[in-house]
């Protein structure tokens, strides 16, 4: 058989000669040189096969490589050669593999336009799904409801918590429990800290910090009757809003109370955070939508969103953080523009009163109101529109089990969990999660190995809580020019709040060109008009030297009762004065010629003497 196969890898001209054949028949070749067995299946295939472009040492390297033709050692240089070499090489096929992300994330399609996506139900779309897909669809019957539930970053783990007191972790792929906790009192919240391995529930008078096993850490006793909690991953921050109307940071690295705000709107229940620029919004019980710092004692933004109380509120990830989606109980879902607050993009009325929303990794919308689930696609929701009607539906699906409590996409997952008052119920969503996930930032594949790296990665990597604002991109850029500056005396660029009135006057195009030009023709006629300037002194003089205010009546009188005063001291000081002043009209009479100099005498020292 290997010599069938050899024979008829291919066609050669009948007079060529061929060595390989000639090397397996005993003659000098490969073989014989090496020692080794001749392949004839090997040699029939390497005529009509191409290594890879990775694994080509002999190709020349790609442009840009860098040399080390400086490097005396041969040994060094050619080491140092092929890494540069091969890290060139690695940065050309990462370009290639960029191109598989190119891809669309899928979604139901319709045949024709007059179908419609929000007509299937989840049975079809269960049997239209791969099996392991088709594993999403999910019913939990749990009698401690209702109930809220929280994913991970990579969407493996799922931790959810009943009102009663239920409280469970677990791998929802696997069906592997972590723990499971009957806590006897209320609970209104759960999150993961940095994964899976931590947890935080807001129990009816603290915040407890629970591990994967379920054994209690921590007590927050500073966090008082928490509502909603919020953790941030590149910040290491536990962020919990309660009924004492607190907004409070935790460092969950250093185990610090970080800050705490005073809110002055009262008790709030709702919370979520822009995973963009790691800002928290409240929505509160008058309407108000506020977007919080720790660096900033005041709301960085205040947003009257709705005229009733707020029931939920989140952020799009898919854009940035440029779409916000609140809902009131009065049932009204209104989608904002984050980069200008001038009005909302779109808003409509969900039937069933109060609603929940939450947006998905690819920018879905789901809304629940009632006893159903409505799902609406990017395009529809983010197209500014005025009127009050209801955007395309994409997908709509019926849960009898009221109140529908909580909205949560899975990370990199086709899936929609919505907590109710009976449990949990997943549907599938085609097209709502990424299916390109970095590895680096969550991996829903990693293993113990690689989690623990990671953990000690984001720790080396935390960025402070100053870094926090409403702009991400500020941070680490230079300060820009000033826009409005102008060269005093043509020398430096003087700011604009620097400036001499006229320079402010005539930077702004409201100086007065007349007073200019007749000041220009002073300066220039400046020898030939002392007189002129000495006029406009003395007249400065005189107002400067002319009482103003409201003492002037008071001073006039003091000035009058202080004439009449009479003491030895006052007596001297004025004869002084009148002294002075005759003989400066002497000196002033002698240089005119008026008067003679009076010759001394040898008595005038008398006279001195007696003054």
């Given at each position: 058989m290997d010599s069938l196969i050899a024979k008829a890898d291919a066609i050669r001209p009948v007079t060529k000669k061929r060595k390989l054949e000639r090397s397996s028949r005993g003659k000098a070749g490969p073989s014989s040189r090496t020692g080794k067995a001749f392949d004839k299946t090997a040699s029939s295939i390497a005529h009509n096969t191409v290594v890879p472009k990775s694994l080509r040492a002999t190709d020349p390297p790609?442009?840009?490589?860098?040399?080390?033709?400086?490097?005396?050692?041969?040994?060094?240089r050619t080491e140092l050669t092929r890494q540069s070499t091969h890290a060139a090489r690695a940065k050309e096929l990462l370009k290639d593999a960029e191109l598989l992300l190119q891809d669309e994330a899928g979604g139901i399609q319709v045949e024709d336009e007059m179908e419609r996506t929000w007509r299937l139900g989840q049975t079809d779309i269960t049997s239209g799904a791969g099996e392991e897909s088709a594993k999403g669809r999910k019913e939990w019957r749990l009698d401690a409801g209702p109930y809220r539930c929280r994913y991970t970053r990579n969407g493996r783990h799922l931790a959810i918590v009943g009102n009663k007191g239920?409280?469970?972790?677990?791998?929802?792929?696997?069906?592997?429990?972590?723990?499971?906790?009957?806590?006897?009192?209320?609970?209104?919240?759960?999150?993961?800290?940095?994964?899976?391995?931590?947890?935080?529930?807001?129990?009816?008078k603290y915040v407890f910090i629970y591990d994967r096993d379920g054994v209690e850490l921590h007590r927050l006793k500073s966090h008082v009757e928490p509502t909603r909690l919020e953790f941030l991953p590149y910040h290491w921050l536990l962020a919990s809003v309660g009924n004492t109307g607190y907004l409070k940071y935790q460092d969950t690295s250093t185990g610090q109370l970080l800050v705490e705000h005073r809110t002055k709107l009262g008790a709030c229940n709702v919370m979520t955070q822009n995973t963009?620029?790691?800002?928290?919004?409240?929505?509160?019980?008058?309407?108000?939508?506020?977007?919080?710092?720790?660096?900033?004692?005041?709301?960085?933004?205040?947003?009257?969103?709705?005229?009733?109380?707020?029931?939920?509120?989140?952020?799009?990830?898919?854009?940035?953080?440029?779409?916000?989606?609140?809902?009131?109980?009065?049932?009204?879902?209104?989608?904002?523009?984050?980069?200008?607050?001038?009005?909302e993009v779109r808003s409509w009325t969900a039937r069933g009163g109060e609603a929940d929303v939450a947006w998905s990794q690819r920018g879905m919308l789901a809304v629940t109101s009632g006893g159903t689930v409505n799902v609406y696609n990017k395009p529809s929701i983010q197209t500014p529109f005025k009127g009050v009607t209801q955007p395309p539906l994409y997908l709509t699906h019926p849960i009898p089990h009221r109140p529908l409590t909580s909205t949560r996409f899975c990370p990199f997952?086709?899936?929609?969990?919505?907590?109710?008052?009976?449990?949990?119920?997943?549907?599938?969503?085609?097209?709502?999660?990424?299916?390109?996930?970095?590895?680096?930032?969550?991996?829903?594949?990693?293993?113990?190995?690689?989690?623990?790296?990671?953990?000690?990665?984001?720790?080396?990597?935390?960025?402070?809580?100053?870094?926090?604002?409403?702009?991400p991109e500020f941070i680490g850029t230079l300060?820009?020019?000033?826009?409005?500056?102008?060269?005093?005396n043509g020398k430096v660029d003087t700011p604009y709040a620097r400036l001499p009135r006229l320079e402010r006057l005539r930077v702004s195009g409201k100086a007065d060109e007349t007073e200019a030009a007749g000041s220009s023709e002073e300066e220039a006629d400046e020898g030939d008009g002392n007189k002129d300037e000495h006029a406009r002194e003395s007249k400065a003089t005189k107002e400067k030297k002319k009482m103003r205010g409201k003492n002037k009546s008071l001073k006039r009188y003091l000035r009058k009762h202080r004439k009449n005063v009479i003491d030895p001291q006052t007596v001297a000081v004025r004869a002084k004065l009148e002294r002075e002043k005759e003989e400066r009209r002497q000196a002033r009479a002698i240089a005119s010629g008026q008067?003679?100099?009076?010759?001394?005498?040898?008595?005038?020292?008398?006279?001195?003497n007696k003054t």
């Open positions: 790609p442009e840009g490589t860098r040399t080390y033709k400086h490097i005396q050692n041969r040994k060094l239920h409280v469970s972790t677990f791998d929802w792929q696997t069906g592997t429990m972590h723990s499971e906790l009957h806590l006897q009192e209320t609970c209104r919240d759960i999150t993961f800290l940095h994964d899976h391995s931590h947890y935080a529930v807001a129990q009816k963009h620029n790691a800002v928290i919004h409240l929505g509160h019980q008058n309407g108000t939508v506020t977007l919080w710092t720790p660096n900033l004692p005041h709301p960085a933004v205040r947003l009257l969103a709705h005229l009733g109380p707020l029931s939920s509120v989140s952020v799009d990830p898919s854009t940035g953080g440029r779409y916000m989606a609140t809902a009131g109980k009065d049932g009204t879902v209104k989608v904002w523009d984050c980069r200008n607050w001038k009005g997952q086709d899936i929609l969990t919505v907590g109710h008052a009976a449990g949990l119920s997943s549907i599938l969503v085609p097209g709502s999660g990424e299916p390109n996930f970095d590895s680096a930032e969550a991996d829903p594949f990693e293993n113990r190995q690689a989690r623990r790296e990671r953990e000690v990665r984001s720790l080396l990597d935390k960025i402070q809580p100053d870094a926090i604002t409403l702009d300060a820009p020019p000033t826009k409005l500056t102008t060269a005093v008067e003679q100099p009076k010759k001394p005498s040898a008595l005038d020292r008398f006279k001195k």
